[in-house]
């Protein structure tokens, strides 16, 4: 695990970014797995400009996104399919039919997660980007989550419902409780993981990720058993790490 402290989240969403950049021009064909939610914002926003100012080129890239909640029609202002298209894929040169995400309107969802894991059996996914969440939670795999898991439906934990309010006018009563995320295992067959973490309200987590003990309690410490993965951390979410 390779740890990038940087002082805050302007610098974080830099360096996030031009890691993103230097793998899509090194591979022009690469499977991205993207993740949603407020860390990656502001990177990219990086994409997009870089986008635009160097015309990196998205044409021949497959993305395949963590989670989607369940219950929300695709084009509800809160998915993570609305989430990726306004933050990121209506301002780059991506192929519709090369974005993937799970699809949490379905009357079926378990059958959905099964048809999303066995897409991701079909492929490799080359550089994988991940949040955390203030519990240690990668994609929707709260505490608990077996290693080994795939792609399925999971319940949001008390915590992240919380967490994710602020989304939902802050009222927890509209958060979606369920969504379809890739499992740990699913995610654990990446490449390369890329993890982003900014905000003392991260602090725990990373700190428990990089220092404490490797748990199903904390989904976050599988990445431990990788063999490639960059941790970017700026300073309020690096400061209870000892080393
Ligand atoms: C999002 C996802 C989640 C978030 C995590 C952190 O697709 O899978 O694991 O990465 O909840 O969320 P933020 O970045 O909003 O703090």
Do not use: C
Not at 52 to 77: A, C, F, M, R, W
Not at 93 to 107: A, C, M, R, T
Request: glycine share 6%.
């Amino acid at each position: 695990m390779k740890i990038i402290r940087v002082k805050d989240y302007d610098e974080l969403s830099r360096v996030a970014a031009d890691i993103m950049i230097e793998a899509v021009k090194e591979n022009p064909e690469i499977t991205l797995g993207l993740a949603t939610g407020g860390s990656p914002v502001q990177m990219y926003k990086n994409l997009v400009e870089d986008h635009k100012e160097n015309q990196t080129s998205y044409k021949g890239v497959k993305s395949y996104n963590l989670d989607e909640y369940i219950g929300l029609p695709q084009t509800h202002e809160q998915t993570y399919y609305t989430f990726m298209h306004k933050n990121l894929f209506d301002h780059i040169d991506i192929d519709e039919k090369n974005v993937h995400l799970p699809d949490g309107s379905v009357e079926d969802v378990k059958a959905e997660a099964d048809r999303y894991e066995a897409m991701l059996k079909d492929t490799v996914i080359d550089l994988q980007l991940l949040g955390i969440g203030t519990n240690g939670h990668i994609g929707f795999n709260e505490p608990g989550s077996s290693f080994e898991g795939l792609t399925d439906v999971v319940s949001l934990t008390p915590e992240t419902i919380e967490a994710n309010a602020r989304y939902f006018e802050g009222n927890e009563d509209l958060v979606p409780t369920e969504a379809i995320s890739m499992g740990v295992g699913s995610i654990m067959n990446a490449k390369k993981v890329l993890l982003i973490a900014s905000g003392a309200n991260k602090a725990e987590a990373i700190k428990w990720m990089v220092e404490g003990e490797i748990s199903e309690e904390l989904p976050a410490s599988a990445l431990r058993n990788h063999d490639d993965v960059i941790v970017v951390v700026d300073e309020d979410a690096a400061s209870l790490l000892t080393k």
